[in-house]
């Protein structure tokens, strides 16, 4: 049973994991669109949005967290100051999945996260 279990695993060690979702989310504020599988787009979906949350509350003690998570300070300050000012009046879900099919060679089922 996997009762209180959260945390989707990946397949990958949990420095691994963080790693990767630390790259993605950088990846994600910086291009505002990215293409990776369905179950990684679903774990990513909750970290951007918590980083988006963090740009919203504009503290110094929020920019700290968001700069110990997200990897580029020039994305840290895209958050702060144009994307906390895009979503304001927003009250969460700042984030859209659409599935996009297959991919070729391993068939896993793909998808596209971007900010609405």
């Known amino acids: 049973m996997r009762h209180r279990n959260a945390v989707k695993k990946l397949g990958r060690t949990a420095s691994h994991r963080k790693a990767m979702l630390r790259n993605q989310v950088t990846s994600l504020l910086k291009y505002e669109k990215i293409v990776t599988t369905d179950a990684k787009a679903k774990e990513l979906r909750s970290v951007a949005d918590k980083m988006i949350t963090l740009g919203k509350r504009g503290t110094l003690h929020a920019r700290r967290q968001a700069a110990s998570y997200i990897r580029d300070g020039e994305v840290t300050k895209k958050v702060f ?3 906390s000012g895009r979503y304001s009046e927003r009250q969460g879900g700042y984030t859209r999945i659409i599935k996009l099919g297959r991919r070729i ?4 089922p793909l998808s596209q996260i971007e900010l609405v």
């Open 81 to 83: 100051d144009e994307l």
């Open 105 to 108: 060679g391993d068939n896993a």
